[in-house]
């Protein structure tokens, strides 16, 4: 499965070279939902094994970081965590406290233009919908249901 979040407004001869203005128009091209929360903030909602991921990215401390709340406590083993850990590169899982599930990502800003934003966030986009499906296989193997 490939997932892609395809910006269709970006003219790559017109792009700044300032991370910000980068972010900005790649995700001012992006489908679906997006939006600005504050001054290098922004939110994108795409669908996700079925339900809405509510991602945050912001650029901070020489960082384009992006976070999303992957499921709620007790759905996936933290032991397929810290092994898909090991294994993702760019992004990882945490948990909080309660054991709900997040997933977070960094990359440098020198790394920043369109390319490398799609590929990113089409990577965590990725790993959180096999998550969301790994959850629900262990789901019904734990109920006796037929896996879908």
Do not use: C, K, Y
């Not at 970081?65 to 032991?79: C, K, L, N, S």
């Not at 090991?86 to 020198?110: C, K, M, N, Y």
């Amino acid at each position: 499965m490939h997932v892609t979040l395809r910006a269709t407004r970006i003219v790559p001869g017109l792009m700044s070279r300032d991370p910000r203005t980068i972010v900005e128009q790649f995700i001012d091209g992006l489908d679906g939902e997006t939006r600005r929360l504050a001054f290098a903030e922004w939110g994108i909602t795409v669908d996700a094994a079925g339900w809405p991921l509510h991602v945050g990215v912001a650029i901070r401390d020489g960082l384009f970081r992006a976070q999303a709340h992957v499921i709620e406590a007790g759905r996936i083993d933290p032991h397929d965590l810290l092994r898909w850990n090991r294994q993702v590169p760019f992004v990882s899982f945490a948990h909080t406290r309660d054991g709900e599930v997040w997933i977070q990502g960094e990359l440098p800003l020198s790394a920043i233009d369109p390319p490398q934003l799609d590929a990113f966030l089409g990577l965590l986009v990725l790993t959180v919908v096999q998550a969301r499906q790994a959850a629900g296989r262990r789901e019904d193997e734990e109920s006796g249901s037929p896996a879908g």
